[in-house]
Each structure stands twice: as C-alpha cells, then as structure tokens.
C-alpha cells in the first residue's frame, strides 16, 4: 500500500484523518465522562475507547482539560443552534417561538443523560470546566437577548432590563435542569419543559415593569 504525495491514504487526506480521530477522542470522552463522572476521564482510557494512540491524543488536544472543555463546548453550542432554529423557524406569536425556542434547547441537551450530565453536572469538578460553563451561559443570556429583541422588536442599544432578564432566565433555568437530572424534580420532561416555558414566557412579560423600575 503506498501514500500518494500529497497526503491522501486509502482515499482519505491527513486533515480528515486528525479530524477522524479527534471525533473519536470527542465520541469517548463523551461515553466517559457522561457516565463515569470527569474523575474517569483519563488519556489512557480515552486512547483505548477511542482508538487513537496517545501520540495522536495530543496532536488534538493538549490536555485533559482542553478535551473536556471541547466536549462541553460542543455540546453548549449544539444546544443554542437548535434553539435559534426553532425560534427562526417558529411561525406565530412571540410566545409560540420562545416556547419553541425553551423546548428545543431543553431536548437538545437532555435527549442524551450522558450530555445533559456534562452541561449541567460535571462542570461543577473542574475549574477549567466552570470557566466554560459560565462562558455558555453567557451566550444562551445573548442569545435570550437578540431574539427577545426581535420578537419584540425592540431597538439596539445597551439594555439593562433586557440583560438583567437574560441573566434571571439562563441561571434560574439552568439550576432547574440541573435539579432534575439530579432527581430532585420528579416530573416527566415534557413537564419540565413546560414549566421553564411558563418562567421564561412570564419573565419576558414582565420586561416592561423591570424597563420602568430601572429608568
């Protein structure tokens, strides 16, 4: 078996093979860390599980950390894109798409126990991991404000009723999620969604009072 010149071996290049095993250092930290915990996440294991030699471990990743901040990234960023379609996609009333919108991201991240573990448990052991988590609450908290914006229609600028609702939303949600997975909430998710739709949709009800208090 011979390798062409320019890098493609049994019909694939060198940058779709790092990508391949990437995926996989990706796919088997996800397994490990959604159903061991984070402590079981090591470079031994996940080379084993994934395949990859470590040599090729860390052509990806530079560590441990950086693979588990990857994974919660993706994650994270999976579960915004399905909430930003469904709002755009959503044709109705403002409420209808912030209910879309609510349900989507919630399905997105709890259709898996092993990515709902990640989002909204496994941050807590590690310090590189909070840091990531707050960074993605952060950007659901922007993103609860440019749609609110659009569906509202409300003009750009600096908005501290907007981003104040933005914050109550995404940290009051988040802990919610989290207790239910944790069993502390015991209803069956279309339950669950609901009740973070109602807090979400009441809470932007209420943007106008909170505009009012803060002028």
């Known amino acids: 078996m011979t390798r062409a010149i320019n890098g493609t071996y049994r019909g694939t290049t060198t940058g779709e093979r790092r990508e391949q095993r990437r995926r996989r250092l990706l796919d088997a930290a996800l397994d490990i860390v959604g159903t061991q915990g984070l402590s079981a996440l090591t470079v031994r294991g996940v080379c084993e599980l994934a395949k990859v030699g470590p040599r090729f471990f860390y052509e990806a990743f530079p560590d441990l950390d950086a693979l588990a901040a990857a994974l919660l990234d993706e994650v994270q960023g999976e579960a915004l894109d399905s909430a930003r379609t469904a709002m755009t996609d959503t044709q109705g009333t403002p409420e209808e798409k912030i209910r879309a919108g609510v349900a989507a991201l ?16 496994q941050a807590y052991g590690s310090e590189a991991l909070m840091r990531r988590r707050f960074e993605g609450m952060r950007e659901v908290a922007q993103v609860i404000i440019d749609q609110t914006r659009v569906i509202l229609e409300l003009p750009e600028g600096e908005d501290t009723a907007l981003n104040a609702l933005a914050q109550l939303i995404t940290g009051g949600a988040a802990e919610l999620i989290l207790v239910w997975i944790n069993g502390g ?27 009012e208090q803060l002028d």
């Not at 919630?106 to 448990?121: E, H, K, L, Q, S």
């Open 106 to 121: 919630i399905i997105a991240v709890t259709d898996d126990p092993r990515r709902a573990n990640i989002a909204f448990a």
């Open 185 to 211: 909430l015991k209803v069956e998710r279309p339950v669950l969604i609901s009740i973070v739709e109602d807090f979400v949709v009441a809470m932007v009800d209420r943007l106008p009072g909170m505009a």
